[in-house]
Nanobody
Framework: QTQLVESGGGLVQPGGSLRLSCTAS????????IGWFRQAPGNEREAVAC????????TYADSVKGRFTISRDYTKNILFLQMDNLKTDDTAVYYC???????????????????WGQGTQVTVSS
């Protein structure tokens, strides 16, 4: 059965670093667009980063460019999000998600991603 499980969240100080992991089962990460999303209280769910095989092609939200890095370990079937120079505004629940369908591409629209993990809390505070 298809499953995505996030881990690695926690409490960090501004300027600190954290690495999130998303372990996939039931499918191969390399075959689909996989994205990281986040949702803070009072905000809509927003796209953070996305990766799709074929180059790979990687996209980031403007707010995290230069600070976050998305990557995959194809051998272990794990998706990562390395977060550096964290800011208070990065506080949110972070989710990984898979988009299904032939010839799918990365998109900032959360509604087209069909499979989601349960999320992991990231809190940036002094």
């Amino acid at each position: 059965q298809t499953q995505l499980v996030e881990s690695g969240g926690g409490l960090v100080q501004p300027g600190g670093s954290l690495r999130l992991s998303c372990t996939a089962s039931g499918f191969k990460l390399r075959d689909y667009p996989i994205g990281w999303f986040r949702q803070a209280p009072g905000n809509e769910r927003e796209a953070v980063a996305c990766i799709v095989s074929g180059g790979p092609t990687i996209t980031y939200a403007d707010s995290v460019k230069g600070r976050f890095t998305i990557s995959r370990d194809y051998t272990k079937n794990i998706l990562f999000l390395q977060m550096d120079n964290l800011k208070t505004d990065d506080t949110a629940v972070y989710y990984c998600a898979r988009r299904r369908g032939a010839n799918s591409v990365c998109t900032a629209s959360a509604s087209v991603f069909h499979d989601w993990g349960q999320g992991t809390q990231v809190t940036v505070s002094s």
